[in-house]
């Protein structure tokens, strides 16, 4: 009997994560990803790719294996990004991880969460009512989505107004760029030296007021927890990671109520369940839907030895709509516990500001439950294109008024 080299029975696909199409419908994609195998070799990349949720989430959690310190977009962002230095967070592993991640937790924790809580609702109420006012149309991400994170988190964070515009397109960028250099990473491409100029002024000490997570995270190297030199890149984080993520968030549980009336209905019902339907649409659409990882060694998956220093793209998206761990996993359902997903990501590197953006969605869902009986769509929906998150250009609702 012969044995076979070990490569020659990998799962391989020709499919490019990658393109328009996916990028429009990532669904049938993932599903035959999930089907070839464990990890799947994407020939177009020279990189292997996990779909299914066991694997994500043990890989995830094996972070001494599947390091993130060589960057966790496509290409190694020593080389391929002189215009942003690596996050001190999300391209970092302990120990140097640590300290930044110990200062960020604390200062989105409960006691920022409790202090936010009824500004927050105040802010909803507001925003709400104002648009309501203007008639039962309007544009679900523009007039909502995006309209509620920008009006709190930057305030929350401590910027000036100046420039708050320029936080989406900047974000927008680095996600792109964390996929390879297709048409979407060159339009950026253009701003991408103002846009990285502009956020990182706003990052210094004295540009931030006095009782932001900004100033707080000044102050963590005033204690000497970490450097004067850290300070101003960790702030950066958050203006990186805590605005688009949200805008999508918040529009992908608007989307999947105003598809699924009868869960708008339970919500109603039952307002206590808005984080958890915040959680649930976070599973059902992943609005971060890949992040890359680095073997650091020759680890084996299912057949398929994956190399030291290979890239390894880990698919949320498809890990959270797995059949082989959700009953259904198509149906956004407020009866499921969709705790365990992996869309904020997990293990050390789960998202760090995942009780501020569920204190964004729930303050908005009770706010829209209490005014609103009904929401439908009443036009055609866009989708905006971006190599990492699944997002949305336009929702055209119509509500009726409780
Ligand atoms: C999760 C995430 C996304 C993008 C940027 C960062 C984090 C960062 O730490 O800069």
């Known amino acids: ?7 020659a029975t990998r799962p391989v696909s020709s ?7 996916v990028l429009e419908d990532p669904l049938p994609f993932q599903a035959d990803l999930r089907e070839r195998g464990p990890v799947v070799y994407l020939e177009k990349y020279d990189v292997y790719a996990m779909g299914r949720y066991a694997e994500v989430q043990a890989a995830l959690t094996n972070w001494q294996t599947f390091q993130s310190a060589a960057g966790v977009g496509l290409s190694n962002f020593r080389y391929e990004k002189p215009w942003r230095q690596p996050s001190l967070l999300l391209e970092a592993d302990p120990p140097h991880h640590d300290a930044p991640r110990a200062i960020l937790t604390k200062i989105l924790g409960p006691r920022e969460i409790r202090r936010l809580t009824e500004s927050w609702a105040a802010d909803a109420t507001e925003l709400v009512d104002t648009l309501l006012a203007n008639g039962p149309e309007f544009d679900g991400v523009a007039d909502l989505a995006a309209a509620f994170p920008l009006r709190v988190f930057p305030d929350a964070v401590g910027i000036p107004q100046e420039g708050r515009e320029d936080l989406l397109p900047y974000g927008d960028h680095v996600f792109n760029a964390f ?24 990052c210094s000490r004295n540009e931030l007021s006095e009782d932001g997570f900004g100033s707080q995270i000044w102050a963590a190297a005033d204690r000497g927890d970490i450097t004067e ?5 960790i702030v950066r984080s958050l203006l990186t990671a805590g605005v688009d993520t949200t805008v999508n968030g918040l529009a992908a549980v608007l989307y999947a109520f105003a598809t699924n009336p ?3 209905r339970r919500l109603r019902q039952e307002p206590a369940l808005a984080r958890v339907a915040f959680d649930e649409a976070v599973r059902w659409e992943s609005p971060v839907q890949t992040f890359f990882r680095t073997a650091t060694r020759d680890v084996q998956v299912g057949t398929t030895l994956i190399p030291e220093g290979q890239k390894i793209l880990m698919f949320l998206g498809s890990a959270n709509r797995d059949p082989r761990r959700w009953v259904n996993p198509d149906l956004f359902d407020l009866n499921r516990d969709p705790s365990g997903h992996v869309g904020f990501g997990f293990g050390i590197h789960q998202c760090v500001g995942q009780h501020i953006a569920r204190l964004e969605a729930s303050t908005i ?3 829209l439950a209490k005014r609103i009986r009904s929401i439908e769509i009443m036009g055609p929906t866009r989708r905006h294109h971006n190599n990492t998150l699944r997002a949305w250009e336009s929702l055209p609702l119509r509500v009726q008024l409780a």
């Open 1 to 7: 009997m012969t044995t076979q080299p070990i490569t």
């Open 15 to 21: 499919a490019d994560p990658f393109s328009y199409d």
């Open 179 to 202: 996929g390879p250099p297709n048409e979407l990473v060159e339009k950026g491409a253009q701003r991408v030296a103002e846009l990285s100029a502009s956020i990182a002024a706003k």
């Open 229 to 233: 030199a850290q300070a101003p890149l």
């Open 262 to 264: 009868d869960q708008w």
């Open 365 to 367: 869902l009770n706010v």
